[in-house]
């Protein structure tokens, strides 16, 4: 069975903190992604990662970095948490840009 | 302008009756498309790829219409148990494979 597995399912952060959320994917996949969901904005694109060591901004990527050292593993990096970035954070991994995407359970992120 | 839209619903629709919805993309250069299912707290899964000749996958009619820049989704007999947000999604394979979500459309079936 498939996976992409997200390291939390509930995160609760103080505003200012660094904060790491972590995708793991066991289908070697070339592509990953970040979203970030709020209700009435649907899924937004915050990152997206075609192979190792590559980035590239999707299409909110202000106060938000990447990292992915490793083809398995992508990691979201809030450099400094502020209210506004809480939100349900979803992970996804794909193959190629024709073929299914397949998304983790997501991270309920609070920042107080 | 958003580069995919939706119309974001909710469509009430009585159970057994046909439901329909578009979603239209801004670039001509998008390259495969998707329909994504979405359920209350639970992240979304595939429901079925959109081809240029349209598809079909059981009582789901997919249709692209690459002229006018949307896709459909149409829903026969419906069931209670297709209540659920439904996602247009775009690659545009010119931007390293950017997968671009549409904000939904929300759909509720009813006895």
């Known amino acids: 069975d498939v996976k992409v597995t997200q390291s939390s399912r509930y995160l609760v952060k103080r505003t200012g903190e660094k904060v790491f959320l972590e995708c793991v994917q066991d289908m070697d996949h070339e592509n990953m992604f970040w979203y970030r969901q709020d209700p009435g904005l649907g899924l937004r694109l915050i990152y997206f990662s075609y192979d190792v060591k590559m980035k590239e901004k999707g299409d909110i990527p202000e106060g938000y970095s990447v990292s992915r050292e490793k083809k398995e593993r992508f990691s979201l990096i809030l450099e400094s948490a502020s209210t506004n970035q809480t939100s349900m954070y979803l992970c996804a991994s794909s193959q190629d840009g024709n073929t299914e995407a397949f998304f983790g359970q997501g991270t309920r992120l609070t920042v107080v | 302008r958003k580069e995919v839209e939706q119309d974001p619903g909710p469509f009430n629709v009585p159970e057994g009756a046909t439901v329909a919805f578009n979603c239209t993309y801004s670039n001509s250069a998008s390259q495969s498309f998707f329909w994504y299912r979405q359920d209350c707290r639970k992240e979304p899964k595939l429901l079925m790829s959109?081809?240029?000749s349209g598809n079909e996958d059981g009582r789901f009619t997919a249709q692209l219409n690459r002229a006018s820049q949307y896709i459909s989704l149409l829903i026969r007999d419906s069931k209670l148990s297709d209540s659920a947000t439904y996602l247009c999604v775009v690659n545009f394979k010119a931007a390293g494979n950017k997968l671009t979500f549409g904000g939904g459309t929300r759909v509720l079936v009813k006895p």
């Open positions: 959109v081809y240029s």
